[in-house]
C-alpha cells in the first residue's frame, strides 16, 4: 500500500514529510504531475467493480500501482507541459485531456484519502463561498462587497464609513506577458478612485480594513490545530503580511475552545481535512476570519515555531495507509 505525493521535483516540504513516513515503514511514491506525459506515463483500465487498475510510471521514478494508493497528497505541482510541436490550439486540448484523463483517474481511485480531495478543493478555492460559510458557523467576518460597477463600489464604502481595503480573490501571483506579478491586500484611500470606469473591467473584491491588534495563522490538520500569533514590524506588512516575510515574528498561541469548534466546522462544510486559516484579532479583542487556504504553506511557520506540523501531516497520511 502506497501514500503518493503529487509535488514539484523541488519541494523541500513534501520531501521532509516523505523522509519521515519512510521513517515509519510507510512506502512512499513522488510524482510531479508535469511530467506527464513526457517523462511520466499512465496505463488505466476501468474493472467490472467500477475500480481503476494499472500503473503509474515514470523514467526517474518507481512504477505505482493504481489499486495499492490508499493516501494522496496534492501539493503546489507544477502544470502538465505539452509538446511544443503541436500548434496552440492542440496543446490547449491536450492540456485539457491530461488534466481529466491523468486527473481524474486519480481523483477515482476507491478508499484513498486525499489532502484535499480535488473537487472539494476547488469549491473552497472559491473566495465568496469560504466567507458565507464561514459567518453560517459562527465567525466573525469583515464587511465585504464584490461587484463590478464603480457607482455600487463607491456607494458602498461612503455608506460603511470605515476605512476599506481591496483583495484579490485568486491569490496574490498572477501572470503578467511572461512576468509574475504579486498583488497584495491593500488600502484604498481615495474613494473616488472607484469610480474609475477601469473598475468595472471584473470582479472586485472591497472589504472593511479590520483594525489588527495582530493576525493569527492557524493550519489544520485533521482535527490537530497548530495556532501561531504574527506580528508584524513594518507598514507593508501590517497591511498584509505576505509582503514583508523579515519583519514577521511569531508565537504559538491557542485558540478559545469556542473558535477552534467553528474552525473545525467550517472544515467540515468545505469538506477539507487539511487547512491553513488566516484570522485577525482585531483591537476590540474580537477574531475576525479572513479565509481558509486549502492548499496554503506551513513548511516556514512550522520551520520558524517548532510546531510538529510535518509529523501531524505525516500521520494523516500515515493513518489512511494503516487503515486501508
Given at each position: 500500500?502506497?501514500?503518493?505525493?503529487?509535488?514539484?521535483?523541488?519541494?523541500?516540504?513534501?520531501?521532509?514529510?516523505?523522509?519521515?513516513?519512510?521513517?515509519?515503514?510507510?512506502?512512499?511514491?513522488?510524482?510531479?504531475?508535469?511530467?506527464?506525459?513526457?517523462?511520466?506515463?499512465?496505463?488505466?483500465?476501468l474493472?467490472?467493480?467500477?475500480t481503476?487498475?494499472?500503473l503509474?510510471?515514470?523514467?526517474?521514478?518507481p512504477?505505482?500501482?493504481?489499486?495499492?494508493?490508499?493516501?494522496?497528497?496534492?501539493?503546489?505541482?507544477?502544470?502538465?507541459v505539452?509538446?511544443?510541436?503541436?500548434?496552440?490550439?492542440?496543446?490547449?486540448?491536450?492540456?485539457?485531456?491530461?488534466?481529466?484523463g491523468?486527473?481524474?483517474v486519480l481523483?477515482?481511485?476507491?478508499?484513498?484519502?486525499?489532502?484535499?480531495?480535488p473537487?472539494?478543493?476547488?469549491?473552497?478555492?472559491?473566495?465568496?463561498l469560504?466567507?458565507?460559510?464561514?459567518?453560517?458557523?459562527?465567525?466573525?467576518?469583515?464587511?465585504?462587497?464584490?461587484?463590478?460597477?464603480?457607482?455600487?463600489?463607491?456607494?458602498?464604502?461612503?455608506?460603511?464609513?470605515?476605512?476599506?481595503v481591496?483583495k484579490?480573490?485568486?491569490?496574490?501571483?498572477?501572470?503578467?506577458?511572461?512576468?509574475?506579478?504579486?498583488?497584495?491586500?491593500?488600502?484604498?484611500?481615495?474613494?473616488?478612485?472607484?469610480?474609475?470606469?477601469?473598475?468595472?473591467?471584473t470582479?472586485?473584491?472591497?472589504?472593511?480594513?479590520?483594525?489588527?491588534?495582530?493576525?493569527?495563522?492557524?493550519t489544520?490538520?485533521?482535527?490537530?490545530?497548530?495556532?501561531?500569533?504574527?506580528?508584524a514590524?513594518?507598514?507593508?506588512?501590517?497591511?498584509?503580511?505576505?509582503?514583508?516575510?523579515?519583519?514577521?515574528?511569531?508565537?504559538i498561541?491557542?485558540?478559545?475552545?469556542?473558535?477552534?469548534?467553528?474552525?473545525?466546522?467550517?472544515?467540515?462544510?468545505?469538506?477539507?481535512?487539511?487547512?491553513?486559516?488566516?484570522?485577525?484579532?482585531?483591537?476590540?479583542?474580537?477574531?475576525?476570519?479572513?479565509?481558509?487556504n486549502?492548499?496554503?504553506?506551513?513548511?516556514?511557520i512550522?520551520?520558524?515555531?517548532?510546531?510538529?506540523i510535518?509529523?501531524?501531516?505525516?500521520?494523516?497520511?500515515?493513518?489512511?495507509?494503516?487503515?486501508?
Amino acid at each position: 500500500m502506497t501514500v503518493l505525493m503529487l509535488a514539484h521535483d523541488t519541494d523541500e516540504v513534501a520531501g521532509q514529510v516523505a523522509a519521515e513516513l519512510r521513517t515509519r515503514g510507510t512506502e512512499v511514491a513522488r510524482l510531479n504531475p508535469s511530467a506527464f506525459p513526457s517523462r511520466l506515463t499512465m496505463g488505466a483500465r476501468l474493472r467490472d467493480s467500477g475500480t481503476w487498475g494499472g500503473l503509474i510510471s515514470g523514467e526517474d521514478g518507481p512504477e505505482v500501482e493504481l489499486a495499492g494508493i490508499r493516501a494522496v497528497w496534492q501539493r503546489r505541482a507544477s502544470p502538465f507541459v505539452m509538446d511544443e510541436r503541436m500548434s496552440s490550439p492542440e496543446r490547449a486540448f491536450a492540456y485539457g485531456e491530461a488534466r481529466r484523463g491523468f486527473g481524474g483517474v486519480l481523483t477515482s481511485l476507491a478508499c484513498c484519502l486525499w489532502v484535499n480531495d480535488p473537487v472539494a478543493a476547488a469549491r473552497a478555492a472559491y473566495k465568496p463561498l469560504q466567507l458565507a460559510q464561514a459567518a453560517e458557523v459562527g465567525l466573525a467576518v469583515p464587511a465585504t462587497l464584490i461587484t463590478s460597477e464603480p457607482r455600487t463600489a463607491y456607494n458602498w464604502a461612503k455608506e460603511l464609513r470605515r476605512p476599506i481595503v481591496y483583495k484579490p480573490m485568486n491569490g496574490v501571483a498572477h501572470a503578467d506577458e511572461g512576468q509574475v506579478r504579486v498583488v497584495f491586500t491593500a488600502p484604498v484611500a481615495d474613494l473616488e478612485s472607484l469610480l474609475d470606469p477601469a473598475f468595472g473591467l471584473t470582479a472586485q473584491m472591497l472589504q472593511e480594513r479590520v483594525p489588527k491588534a495582530f493576525e493569527a495563522r492557524v493550519t489544520v490538520v485533521g482535527s490537530e490545530m497548530f495556532a501561531v500569533r504574527i506580528d508584524a514590524g513594518s507598514t507593508a506588512a501590517q497591511e498584509d503580511w505576505r509582503s514583508d516575510y523579515d519583519a514577521l515574528s511569531y508565537s504559538i498561541i491557542e485558540l478559545p475552545p469556542d473558535l477552534r469548534a467553528k474552525l473545525l466546522k467550517l472544515m467540515a462544510r468545505l469538506g477539507l481535512v487539511y487547512g491553513a486559516f488566516d484570522l485577525i484579532h482585531d483591537t476590540s479583542g474580537r477574531w475576525v476570519f479572513l479565509e481558509v487556504n486549502q492548499g496554503g504553506e506551513f513548511g516556514w511557520i512550522a520551520d520558524e515555531t517548532g510546531l510538529p506540523i510535518y509529523s501531524a501531516i505525516a500521520d494523516l497520511l500515515e493513518k489512511a495507509h494503516d487503515e486501508h
